[in-house]
C-alpha cells in the first residue's frame, strides 16, 4: 500500500532543511518538497539535490514571481496599505501566493498533508494555513515547531549538524531572514532588545545610506489605474519594473525600516526590513493619488488602507472582506493615472513632481494672484453655515451659565 503523502513548504533555509528528516523520522509519509521562487535572489536549483538528500521523493520549484507582483503585491500597493505605518508587508502577501501553489500541488499529488517551517511564535503559521483552510479545509496541516522537541535556533543547528545537514546560518550569524522581490526581513539575535541599534553591515540590499552617493538622482514612474507601468518612460514588465525600481533604492539606500511591531498571536517584535522598489513604488503612488483623488475618497481609501494592511498581516487575504476592499479600490483608482517623480538621496525618498490628464488641480483656483473664478466673500456664508452647530452650542452653553 503506497505511503500517504504531504508536501512541505521547502526555501533550503534552516528550519525547513531539518523538517524533511523529521518528517521521516516521526511520521510514516512520503514527503514532497515545494520551493516557491518568488524572487529571492538566489539559484533554487541546488536545492532539488539537497531536499532529496535529506529525504524528501521529490521537490517542485516553482517560478512565481508574476504570479506573486501581479496579483499580491499590486493589489497591496493600490489599496495603500501599510502595517502600522511603516512595514509594506512583504513577507505577509508572500504567504498566500506560496501556500496556494502548496495546495494546488497537494492535489496534483493526492497528498493528505501540507507541512510548514513557521514557528508557534510568530504570524507565518496563521498566514500558511488561514490559506490552506480557505482553499481546502479537509487538507491536514503539520507544523513541527508546534510539536517537536527542539526548542531554538541553536538547537535546530545542532540537529542538522548531526545529521550532515548544510544549512546557511551558524551561531555566530544568526538572524532569521526572509527574501522575495518586494523586501529582506531580519529578526532575532541583537536585534531582540529594542534598545540595540541595528548594525549596517546587516543589510543584504541596501546600501548604507551613510555610504550612498552624494548626488541625488530622479525615477519618473507611470501609474494606469494605480498599476504601475513603466520607469523612466520604459514600459517594463511587472517583475521587471520592480527590480530595476530595487537596484535604484537599493543604491541611494532608500527602503530601510527598523520598527517594533504587534504580531497577530500577541506579542510585539522587532525587526529590520529593506524594501527600495516597494518604497518608492508607495511614494509615487501617495503623490499621485493626491492630485487625482477628491478629498472624501481620498481620505476613506485611507481608512480601509489601514483595514486592508490589518487583513494582509493576519493572513486574511482569501477572505470577502479583503476582496470587497479592492472592488472598492478597483473603482477609486479609475482615475488615479499619470506620472509621479521621486527623488532618491541618501536613504530619502521624497517627491519631486507629479502630473495627470485627471488631475484635480486647478491652479487657477488656488493662485495667490488675481482671479476671476473664485469669489472669496463666498466663504464667508460657508463659514456661517459651517459653524452654526459651534454657535447654537456655545449660545446653550451661555444660556445655562455654563
Keep these: 500500500m503506497a505511503k500517504e503523502k504531504v508536501i512541505l513548504a521547502y526555501s533550503g533555509g534552516l528550519d525547513t532543511s531539518i523538517i524533511i528528516p ?3 523520522e516521526n511520521y510514516d509519509y512520503d514527503v514532497i518538497a515545494m520551493a516557491g521562487d518568488v524572487g529571492q535572489g538566489e539559484e533554487l536549483e541546488p536545492l532539488n539535490e539537497k531536499a532529496i538528500k535529506t529525504g524528501a521523493s521529490k521537490l517542485y520549484i516553482e517560478d512565481l514571481r508574476e504570479d506573486y507582483v501581479v496579483n499580491y503585491i499590486f493589489p497591496t ?33 493526492g497528498a493528505s498533508a501540507i507541512a510548514h517551517g513557521a514557528t508557534g ?4 503559521q496563521v498566514r500558511f494555513e488561514l490559506t490552506i483552510m480557505a482553499l481546502d479545509p479537509k487538507i491536514k496541516i503539520i507544523a513541527p515547531w508546534r510539536t517537536w522537541d527542539i526548542k531554538s535556533r541553536e538547537e535546530e543547528i545542532d540537529y542538522a549538524n548531526a545529521r550532515g545537514i548544510p544549512v546557511p546560518v551558524t551561531k555566530e550569524h544568526n538572524y532569521s531572514m526572509d527574501r522575495n522581490i518586494w523586501h529582506l526581513s531580519h529578526e532575532g ?12 553591515d546587516m543589510y543584504m540590499i541596501c546600501t548604507p545610506p551613510s555610504k550612498a552617493p552624494d548626488a541625488y538622482e530622479c525615477v519618473e514612474i507611470e501609474f494606469d489605474k494605480g498599476t504601475p507601468v513603466a520607469v523612466n518612460g520604459e514600459k517594463l514588465p511587472p517583475v521587471k519594473l520592480v527590480e530595476v525600481l530595487n537596484d535604484l533604492g537599493a543604491k541611494h539606500g532608500v527602503g530601510i525600516a527598523d520598527l517594533v511591531e504587534n504580531r497577530l498571536v500577541g506579542m510585539k517584535c522587532r525587526g529590520v526590513y529593506e524594501t527600495p522598489g516597494g518604497t518608492i513604488l508607495y511614494e509615487a503612488l501617495r503623490q499621485l493619488e493626491r ?33 470587497s476592499i479592492d472592488a472598492f479600490v478597483n473603482t477609486a483608482m479609475e482615475t488615479c493615472s499619470g506620472i509621479s517623480r521621486v527623488k532618491l538621496f541618501k536613504g530619502n525618498c521624497s517627491p519631486a513632481g507629479v502630473k495627470s490628464p ?4 486647478d491652479q487657477e483656483l488656488v ?9 472669496q466673500y463666498d466663504a464667508e456664508g460657508f463659514i456661517r453655515l459651517f459653524g452654526l452647530p459651534l454657535k447654537v452650542r456655545s449660545m446653550m452653553l451661555a444660556k445655562n451659565g455654563k
Excluded at 508587508?89 to 502548496?102: D, V
Excluded at 472624501?296 to 494582509?312: C, D, G, P, S
Aim: glycine share 6%.
Design 121 to 124: 511564535k510568530g504570524n507565518d
Design 77 to 109: 500597493l493600490r489599496a495603500g496599505a501599510v502595517y502600522e505605518g511603516k512595514y509594506l508587508l512583504g513577507t505577509s502577501h508572500a504567504r498566500p501566493c506560496i501556500a496556494k501553489r502548496l495546495v494546488e500541488i497537494a492535489h496534483k499529488e
Design 291 to 323: 492630485l487625482t483623488l477628491d478629498r472624501q475618497l481620498l481620505h476613506y481609501k485611507e481608512m480601509l488602507a489601514i483595514r486592508y494592511a490589518e487583513l494582509v498581516y493576519d493572513g486574511c487575504w482569501f477572505t470577502p472582506l479583503r476582496e
Design 358 to 361: 485627471y488631475s484635480l488641480y
Design 22 to 24: 523529521w518528517l521521516k
Design 189 to 200: 539575535s541583537d536585534l531582540e532588545d529594542p534598545w540595540n541599534m541595528h548594525k549596517e
Design 367 to 375: 493662485t495667490f494672484e488675481e482671479d476671476d473664478v473664485y469669489n
